[in-house]
């Protein structure tokens, strides 16, 4: 099955959560799968699949408290046409300021599970999650495809739990029948509620309130009642509805009906307020008179106001006339291009500088040209004439491809030719030339005669015999292969005979006998060196003997010259060497070598072939120079390789990598005092004796989708001695520990998985480990200054930024929870929707501690209709046996809704439990609803 951690946010998810956390809609608009593999990328830079494969729709969309969201879909290879692996997973948004964007991904590495092509045996269809961060945003919506919406199996069986089965012959209602339900009916008396059924003893005593109003026309009878009881108390004014009236209705009416009435004080003072008619008939005669007098004042003040107003008025009118006239006497204004009127002086100034008879002239664009006066400096010129011009020569002096003026040089080698000279050339043919084209003999070589003769050719020859000894030079040399050896006077010399001066030897037999150092019999021919004789004095320092020439010939000179400066035995000295390769001091280019298990490590590695590649990777190992300033890699190929590779030494300013193609299996990996960047990719560690993968002050090593999963109950998956490492993608099952970061190491996890491990990470001496938050099965555990921070990191060892790897409960119930009188009830909180290290069981109702540490759990349960003063509570049921009261509380003098809720802080070793109860003295219920019944549990230290 795939494993594929947690969901990491891309860069652009990041800002869009931003946004999204200020006030912005996080809309989700699909998931798609892929078959890439990570291979050093980084996932935050991601902006789309690796691989793409499938795009699915969005079915379901649901929160997660406290801030993560759950987005599901489905996968169906139906409409698959070629198969693939199913490694890569992401959700997809859309940026209101970028489009649609990647906004979290996740990759399974070498988990992932293979999705068959459609159409063959193998019928798959998956629902999976993807659950996302999403932070304090609240706006969340998905792009959901209605047709694709179906209940999960966990829904469904939730179903099939609270269902009741339909009993043949019996019919079913459209509401749930309960167990209380039925417990309530066993509990009334057959006839219950038929005519004549309720009587005195059936209702029973009932107790009233006077103090409420009524609300309604509906209630029970002892509401109905009690509204009653507070109306006779508002009718009779008392303080109780059972204190006897003043008087009665009957008397209050009698008193209504009586024709004499009675006068209240108010009446009588408002009365006597009343004006009398003598005091009414004074005050009208006052404001007759001051009317009279008022109206009097206002008239004078009008007629003084009117005499200002039209004097004003007159002088203004005086003065628009005197303006409109002007000094000229004449009512008009001055005229303007639009409007008549007076003439202004600047015009009548500009009229009189205008001569009589002028006209408005415009001069012409154009003129006809026999208006044009010509002369001596200006002419016309015709377009014929232009054209003759334009063809002349130019002024620029001739060469052999363009015609032009004749330079002075040209004239001067002109006027040195004769007039009718002609061209004079060499033949081919001796004596001979070519005068203007055409050969002509100018010399015969005569004949001649005597001891040289020659013909008309020029031929020469010697005649023959007529060379004697005189002719022939003193230093001729001439060969003895030259000269002719059969005269007889050459065969009287008294050592040679014809023969042999024929020949040039002399034969063996005509030989003398030598002795001394060399010695030689008469007549043999053969000479023989004497054993012995032959001393250092002999040989001449500048003989150079040829090396060949020694001993059985097979030592060049040049080898033997080698021996120059040896100051002791070669084997020896060669015996005490290291064995000599040919690997170079440094990389001069980048180098990539390749490994298969059908290679040879006599080949040169270079090939991807079985005659090119090595067939160990130490052996591409051992191949290169120890200082690395390029890329260097070794592609190894699917496999199993026995063998324990060794990586040590390495520097310089390039990277080391081994990537391994799909499955390739070694026994181990170590590495030691590496400064340049190391990778290891797709590498399986088949040891179960030892630690799989051991680095040691290696400055920075890279651990890509490589697995350690041997069962070995002694060692560990991965060792890091100082320096740093990352392990991303790795599989570490069935080890001691999974991890050990020591002596200072800085090791950063992702995305890694595995099971069944005795410890999950070790950090000791120092040594850190950090990253996503805990996938690996085991326990964590630091000694001598170690570290382990994983998930959003640590400010302080507890601070509020680790709820990545916290124990965290959040659940509650939509079932009611019958409790027996005065009997401790278990409260079951199923509708679990945070459970972060799967410590609690929403079926059982049982939280058993993942960890040790400090727990802070806060309960509360809302118990429906509790009679007056009855008292319910609520408390923490530790192992079984330590109960611990949280909440307490009694009902009031009615009947009413109880709220229990409290909290407590509980130390639990690893493995230890604790369930919520809840009590009462009678049969009550405690309800359901997430708001109100609800369980929060989380590790505080």
Same mark, same amino acid.
């Given at each position: 099955?795939?494993?594929?951690?947690?969901?990491?946010?891309?860069?652009?998810?990041?800002?869009?959560?931003g946004k999204a956390q200020a006030g912005t809609q996080l809309n989700y608009t699909r998931i798609a799968i892929g078959d890439g593999s990570l291979s050093g990328q980084s996932v935050p830079a991601l902006n789309a699949l690796i691989s793409l494969k499938k795009?699915?729709?969005?079915?379901?969309?649901?929160?997660?408290?406290?801030?993560?969201?759950?987005?599901?879909?489905?996968?169906?290879?139906?409409?698959?046409?070629t198969g693939f692996y199913f490694r890569e997973v992401g959700v997809f948004a859309q940026d209101p300021d970028g489009g649609e964007i990647l906004y979290a991904y996740a990759n399974a590495g070498v988990t992932a599970d293979y999705i068959a092509?459609?159409?063959?045996?193998?019928?798959?269809e998956k629902a999976f999650d993807c659950v996302v961060v999403v932070g304090t945003a609240a706006n969340i919506k998905a792009v959901i495809d209605e047709s694709l919406v179906f209940a999960k199996k966990s829904e469904l069986d939730a179903v099939d739990a609270a269902k009741i089965d339909k009993i043949s012959g019996k019919g079913l209602s459209a509401n749930d029948y309960t167990t209380t339900e039925k417990n309530k009916l066993s509990g009334i008396t057959a006839g219950a509620g038929g005519a004549g059924s309720a009587s005195d003893t059936v209702i029973g005593n009932r107790t009233i309130s006077d103090t409420i109003a009524p609300t309604g026309d509906t209630g029970t009878i002892t509401t109905l009642l009690g509204w009653l009881a507070n109306m006779i108390k508002s009718i009779t004014g008392k303080s109780s509805w059972r204190t006897a009236p003043a008087t009665t209705l009957e008397a209050a009416k009698v008193h209504a009906d009586d024709a004499t009435r009675h006068l209240t004080a108010a009446e009588r003072t408002a009365w006597n307020a009343k004006e009398t008619p003598a005091g009414a008939q004074d005050k009208a005669d *006052?404001?007759?008179?001051? +009317? $009279?007098?008022? &109206?009097?004042?206002?008239?004078? !003040?009008a007629q003084a106001a009117a005499a200002t107003d039209a004097t004003a008025k007159a002088n203004a009118v005086q003065a628009n006339l005197t303006a409109h006239i002007g000094a000229g006497g004449t009512a008009h204004a001055v005229a303007t291009t639009t409007v008549a009127g007076f003439q202004s002086a600047a015009d009548k100034a500009k009229l009189d500088g205008v001569a009589a008879g002028a006209n408005n002239y415009t001069h012409p664009a154009t003129h006809p040209p026999g208006i044009i006066v010509q002369d001596a400096s200006n002419r016309f010129v015709t377009d014929t004439e232009k054209s003759t011009w334009n063809a002349k020569a130019s002024t620029a002096?001739?060469?052999?491809?363009? *015609?032009?003026?004749?330079? +002075? $040089?040209?004239? &001067?080698?002109?006027?040195?030719? !004769?007039?009718?000279?002609?061209?004079?050339?060499?033949?081919?043919?001796?004596?001979?030339?070519?005068?203007?084209?055409?050969?002509?003999?100018?010399?015969?070589?005569?004949?001649h005669t005597g001891d040289v003769t020659s013909t008309g050719d020029g031929v020469t020859a010697i005649a023959a015999g007529v060379i004697v000894d005189a002719d022939v030079n003193a230093s001729a040399a001439i060969a003895w292969t030259k000269l002719s050896k059969t005269g007889a006077s050459l065969a009287d010399l008294p050592t040679r005979s014809a023969a042999d001066l024929s020949s040039g030897t002399l034969a063996a037999a005509r030989l003398p006998a030598v002795s001394g150092d060399i010695t030689m019999a008469a007549g043999a021919g053969t000479a023989t060196i004497t054993a012995g004789a032959i001393v250092n004095a002999d040989v001449n320092t500048a003989a150079a003997i040829d090396a060949s020439k020694i001993g059985t010939g097979v030592v060049s000179n040049a080898e033997f010259g080698y021996l120059d400066g040896v100051t002791a035995g070669i084997q020896g000295q060669l015996n005490t060497k290291a064995n000599l390769t040919t690997t170079p001091q440094q990389t001069t280019a980048d180098i990539t070598y390749y490994v298969r298990t059908d290679g040879n490590d006599g080949n040169t590695g270079l090939g991807n072939t079985a005659g090119g590649a090595f067939k160990t990777i130490q052996k591409a190992i051992d191949s290169l120079p120890k200082a690395i300033n390029h890329d260097v890699n070794i592609n190894v190929a699917m496999g199993?390789?026995?063998?324990?590779?060794?990586?040590?030494?390495?520097?310089?300013?390039?990277?080391?990598?081994?990537?391994?193609?799909?499955?390739?299996?070694?026994?181990?990996?170590?590495g030691a005092s590496n400064t340049v960047p190391v990778t290891l990719t797709g590498l399986t560690s088949t040891t179960n004796n030892s630690n799989s993968f051991e680095f040691s002050y290696c400055s920075w090593t890279y651990f890509n989708t490589c697995s350690a999963t041997a069962a070995d109950a002694s060692n560990a998956g991965f060792v890091i001695y100082g320096g740093s490492a990352v392990l991303a993608s790795c599989v570490i099952s069935n080890k001691w520990a999974a991890l050990i970061s020591r002596s200072a190491a800085n090791t950063f996890m992702t995305w890694c998985t595995g099971i069944a491990n005795s410890n999950a990470y070790y950090a000791m001496e120092s040594g850190k480990v950090g990253g996503n938050a805990n996938t690996l099965a085991g326990v964590s555990f630091t000694t001598s200054?170690?570290?382990?921070?994983?998930?959003?990191?640590?400010?302080?060892?507890?601070?509020?930024?680790?709820y990545a790897s916290r124990t965290i409960v959040w659940a509650g119930t939509v079932t009611d929870h019958p409790i027996s009188a005065s009997v401790y009830t278990l409260i079951k909180y199923g509708s679990v929707s945070t459970n972060q290290t799967g410590g609690y069981n929403g079926t059982t109702g049982v939280f058993t501690s993942p960890a040790t540490g400090w727990y802070k759990v806060k309960a509360s349960g809302l118990v429906a209709n509790v009679p007056p003063t009855v008292q319910c509570q609520l408390r923490v049921l530790q192992n079984g046996s330590a109960g611990y009261t949280v909440d307490v509380k009694n009902a009031g003098s009615v009947s009413m809704h109880v709220l229990l809720s409290g909290e407590i802080l509980l130390y639990l070793p690893a493995g230890e439990i604790f369930t919520i109860q809840a009590w009462s003295s009678n049969v009550l219920t405690v309800t359901g609803g997430n708001d109100v019944t609800r369980l929060e549990i989380i590790r505080v230290a």
């Open positions: 099955m795939a494993v594929f951690g947690g969901m990491t946010l891309t860069n652009k998810g990041l800002a869009l959560q795009s699915l729709p969005i079915a379901r969309l649901q929160m997660q408290p406290p801030n993560k969201v759950i987005i599901g879909t489905t996968l169906s290879n139906a409409d698959i046409t092509p459609g159409g063959g045996t193998d019928i798959i *006052a404001a007759k008179t001051a +009317a $009279a007098a008022d &109206a009097t004042t206002k008239a004078a !003040a002096v001739a060469t052999t491809t363009t *015609a032009g003026l004749e330079s +002075a $040089a040209d004239k &001067a080698k002109l006027d040195g030719i !004769a007039a009718g000279a002609t061209v004079v050339a060499n033949s081919a043919s001796n004596g001979v030339i070519t005068i203007n084209g055409t050969n002509a003999t100018v010399y015969t070589h005569p004949n199993t390789y026995a063998e324990s590779i060794v990586i040590k030494g390495f520097f310089g300013k390039g990277s080391f990598a081994i990537t391994g193609t799909a499955t390739v299996n070694i026994v181990k990996a170590l200054g170690g570290i382990i921070s994983l998930g959003e990191g640590v400010i302080n060892p507890w601070g509020d930024n680790t």
